[in-house]
């Protein structure tokens, strides 16, 4: 149990174009669901959380306009990556947490790899 | 601000023999959870082991097993019998009680040799 996809795992784009990452629970629902950025050989930072219903919280930094998330269903979270640069050239994971106690852990995803060009 | 300290970049282990990480925390909080998480070549993070601040037991998971110091503020992680899929990144991270943020070290590169 606690499987969480992602798709899709890997993706190049052009300068400018916008990119958009999906996160999936598959086999239970997640109130909340995590987006990270990690640069090689760095630790994950948290970018923003992502409730049900609501708008996201991002971290102190992370641009809200650039990096659009919506968490549209129980099972569903979307990060959209907007007007790309290769300074936004990262690894990108995702994780979610089972019903709506802050005791629950988080099961992650197997990242997005996003090469802009 | 509460920080994670991870001060082994890279460790080396026998495969069969024991190895402990560190980690060490800092935070007035009375209220926490401390987590150990395995990311293997695949980038896929995968929990290990979980501690509650206010269990005194240390937490154990097969081959897994923890030092909690809560006055030290030290969270170590011990692996017993490494085994060649032990070979991975491993992160220390904090969580306070009440809140969803996840703090990550800097991570341990484990290499495990046959």
């Known amino acids: 149990g606690a499987v969480v996809s992602q798709h899709p795992s890997w993706v190049i784009c052009k300068s400018g174009t916008s990119v958009k990452i999906e996160c999936r629970s598959l086999d239970f629902q997640a109130t909340t669901m995590f987006w990270y950025r990690q640069f090689p050989k760095q630790s994950l930072m948290l970018m923003a959380t992502?409730?049900?219903?609501?708008?996201?919280?991002?971290e102190q930094g992370v641009e809200k306009d650039k990096f659009l998330i919506n968490h549209a269903s129980l099972t569903l979270s979307t990060l959209t990556v907007t007007s790309a640069h290769p300074e936004d050239s990262s690894f990108y994971i995702c994780s979610a947490r089972p019903g709506g106690s802050s005791q629950e852990t988080q099961y992650f995803g197997p990242g997005t790899r996003l090469l802009v060009l | 601000a509460q920080t994670v300290t991870q001060s082994q970049p890279e460790m080396s282990v026998q495969e069969a023999e024991t190895v402990t990480l560190s980690c060490t925390y800092d935070t007035s909080e009375s209220d926490y959870y401390l987590f150990w998480y395995k990311q293997p070549p695949s980038r896929q993070m995968i929990l290990v082991i979980r501690?509650?601040?206010?269990?005194?037991q240390n937490a154990t998971e097969n081959r897994f097993s923890v030092n909690f110091q809560k006055a030290a503020k030290s969270f170590s992680l011990k692996i017993s019998d490494s085994q060649l899929g032990d070979a991975a990144m491993y992160f220390c991270a904090y969580r306070k009680g009440a809140t969803n943020k996840l703090i990550f070290g800097t991570g341990t590169l484990l290499a495990v040799q046959p």
């Open positions: 992502s409730n049900e219903g609501s708008k996201a919280t991002y």
């Open positions: 501690q509650e601040a206010y269990k005194q």
